[in-house]
């Protein structure tokens, strides 16, 4: 197992108000013993004006799958992690229904991980292929835990 302390669920989506996860419909599906799961729907919030998916909402989604796996794979007490670069091939349109992404670690290292994003349809056609490298930092560099800068203007 690869979490230094395994996420719930519900602390996934709770961690999640208010922030652009939220307001996009994903929502946390599966946590593995070495991977972590999600769903977005495919619809107004997500789509592009011809209609089908936005690539910078499989983007997010990508993303939002990497640093969250990331950061519980970590020391959450002595270190955070940061988004590095991401890329993402787009490989086939959807204009409904959901897709589903699952985050895979490909390095997990002192200083970096590198986590692989695979988002698929309803049938399970590969929609986008993602990657992302995380950065890992000493804890004391953070100002704020994730979530904490919107929560004073939302609550």
């Not at 999640?16 to 919030?45: N, S, W």
């Not at 909402?57 to 270190?79: I, Q």
């Not at 955070?80 to 204009?95: E, F, K, T």
């Not at 988002?119 to 929609?127: A, K, L, P, Q, Y």
């Amino acid at each position: 197992m690869i979490w230094m302390t395994r996420p719930t669920l519900q602390e996934l989506a709770t961690s999640h108000r208010h922030t652009a996860v939220e307001a996009l419909g994903i929502e946390f599906t599966e946590i593995g013993d070495d991977f972590l799961a999600a769903r977005m729907p495919v619809d107004g919030r997500t789509r592009q004006p011809h209609g089908i998916l936005h690539g910078g909402a499989s983007v997010l989604l990508a993303e939002t799958l990497g640093s969250c796996a990331a950061a519980y794979c970590l020391d959450r007490d002595r270190f955070y992690c940061v988004g590095l670069d991401i890329n993402a091939n787009h490989l086939r349109s959807v204009s409904d229904g959901w897709v589903h992404g699952r985050a895979d670690p490909i390095h997990l290292g002192r200083s970096t991980h590198v986590w692989q994003i695979d988002i698929r349809d309803g049938e399970g056609r590969r929609v986008c292929l993602s990657r992302i490298t995380m950065a890992v930092m000493p804890a004391g560099r953070q100002t704020r835990t994730p979530g904490e800068a919107d929560k004073g203007a939302h609550e």
